[in-house]
Nanobody, 117 residues
Framework: QVQLVESGGGLVQPGGSLRLSCAAS????????MGWYRQDPGKQRELLASITSGGSTNYADSVKGRFTISRDNAKNTVYLQMNKLKPEDTAVYYC???????????WGKGTLVTVSS
């Protein structure tokens, strides 16, 4: 059974930092591309950052320079370091594992990040 479990969300003041983690099980983690998304109520889920199995990264313009995605294949975990957080970063953050050739995509249940003073 595949599981992606996000952690690290919470309440942070504007300008602060958080590190999200997503622990994967039930998949060969190292061959999957991993992504972090977020979603506000009533809005579409937004891709923030992705990292390929080879370690190449991409970022949405809204988070470029503030967020960093990384992965530890030995721990089957992907991280999202979030710095200089803004109130508009408030959302539920989701982890995704995808393998295009296999046609597989898995989602975690999300972790809430609230940026407020």
């Amino acid at each position: 059974q595949v599981q992606l479990v996000e952690s690290g969300g919470g309440l942070v003041q504007p300008g602060g930092s958080l590190r999200l983690s997503c622990a994967a099980s039930g998949i060969i983690f190292s061959i999957y591309a991993m992504g972090w998304y977020r979603q506000d109520p009533g809005k579409q889920r937004e891709l923030l950052a992705s990292i390929t199995s080879g370690g190449s990264t991409n970022y949405a313009d809204s988070v470029k320079g503030r967020f960093t995605i990384s992965r530890d294949n030995a721990k089957n975990t992907v991280y999202l370091q979030m710095n200089k957080l803004k109130p508009e970063d408030t959302a539920v953050y989701y982890c995704n594992a995808a393998h295009r050739q296999l046609g597989m995509s898995y989602w975690g249940k999300g972790t809430l990040v609230t940026v407020s003073s």
